[in-house]
């Protein structure tokens, strides 16, 4: 059985920097691409990073420049590293475990962790 945990959130100031982790077991952790995506109350969820198999990386127009999505292999963890959050970035915190779609480019899978709540307040 597949396992996300996501862990690292908590409460920052705005303008201050927190990494998330997504530690997987229960698959070839080698073998997901990998999202993380984020959720306020009452709206959809929002991908805001991907990393390939590979290491080839994408971000939300909304974050580039400020968040950096990484991947360890052999400890079966992706990393979101944001800096300079906004207080309208105060959301849970998901990551999901995908696969590549005909492009190479990631695709969504049905592994999801819990989430981590991050909110950003003076």
């Known amino acids: 059985q597949v396992q996300l945990v996501e862990s690292g959130g908590g409460l920052v100031q705005p303008g201050k920097s927190l990494r998330l982790s997504c530690v997987a077991s229960?698959?070839?952790?080698?073998?997901?691409?990998m999202g993380w995506y984020r959720q306020a109350p009452g709206m959809q969820r929002e991908l805001v990073a991907t990393?390939?198999?590979?290491?080839?990386?994408d971000y939300a127009d909304s974050v580039k420049g400020r968040f950096t999505i990484s991947r360890d292999n052999a400890k079966n963890t992706v990393y979101l590293q944001m800096n300079s959050l906004k207080p309208g970035e105060a959301d849970d915190y998901y990551c999901?475990?995908?696969?590549?779609?005909?492009?190479?480019?990631?695709?969504?899978?049905?592994?999801w962790g819990q989430g981590t709540q991050v909110t950003v307040a003076s």
């Open positions: 229960g698959t070839i952790f080698s073998a997901h691409a």
């Open positions: 990393i390939t198999l590979r290491g080839n990386t």
């Open positions: 999901n475990a995908g696969q590549l779609d005909a492009g190479l480019k990631y695709m969504a899978g049905n592994y």
